[in-house]
T-cell receptor, first 114, second 111 residues
């Protein structure tokens, strides 16, 4: 069974640009969550999508947005990039909720903003 | 305001001994807790979880203890092995599907 796949693995962007990250969940999983990991702030929740609808949202500015497609694949978009957006972005999938079974994480996309 | 805290950024233990990783939380609405392990350049992998209706959950070498009155949980690894060296995150959730993570503890198990 294939795991959670995130693309690309590494990305370098310039301040002011926008970026789109992709996450393909485990087959059959309908919940996809996104997290940002930075050395200073640890792992912080961005948002969660379930059946193409945003179900939960963390405390991030509107520059961070996402969507989920009918095949459960999800994309995260960050507009007007800032240096502080440099981080490892992780997505996690679960069938419905991590309370039923654990969330499985992808390897992450390391974004560097210069 | 950090709702989940891991106050020890690092821990060093001898192989074969017990590793105890601690986690404190402030949100009394949290009722489900998890531990994840993370190696460099990989995503976190699930270790063990515990619901607030229990005070202990065991899985092989890993045991999680929950003290609801103290809002404290701990992960015990017995015996510790060099392959356990990684960063360990505790996470908590309420009725929603959002995980709130602690800052992590780097465990180093020395041979």
């Amino acid at each position: 069974k294939a795991g959670v796949t995130q693309t690309p693995r590494y990305l370098i962007k310039t301040r002011g640009q926008q970026v789109t990250l992709s996450c393909s969940p485990i087959s059959g999983h309908r919940s996809v969550s996104w997290y940002q990991q930075t050395p200073g702030q640890g792992l912080q929740f961005l948002f969660e999508y379930f059946s193409e609808t945003q179900r939960n949202k963390g405390n991030f500015p509107g520059r961070f947005s996402g969507r989920q497609f009918s095949n459960s694949r999800s994309e995260m978009n960050v507009s007007t990039l800032e240096l502080g957006d440099s981080a490892l972005y992780l997505c996690a999938s679960s069938p419905r909720s991590h309370r039923d079974t654990e969330a499985f994480f992808g390897q992450g996309t390391r974004l560097t903003v210069v | 305001d950090q709702q989940v805290k891991q106050n020890s950024p690092s821990l060093s233990v001898q192989e074969g001994r017990i590793s105890i990783l601690n986690c404190d939380y402030t949100n009394s609405m949290f009722d489900y807790f998890l531990w994840y392990k993370k190696y460099p350049a990989e995503g976190p992998t699930f270790l063990i979880s515990i619901s607030s209706i229990k005070d202990k959950n065991e899985d092989g070498r890993f045991t999680v203890f929950l003290n609801k009155s103290a809002k404290h949980l701990s992960l015990h690894i017995v015996p510790s092995q060099p392959g356990d060296s990684a960063v360990y995150f505790c996470a908590a959730s309420d009725a929603g599907n959002m995980l709130t993570f602690g800052g992590g503890t780097r465990l180093m198990v020395k041979p």
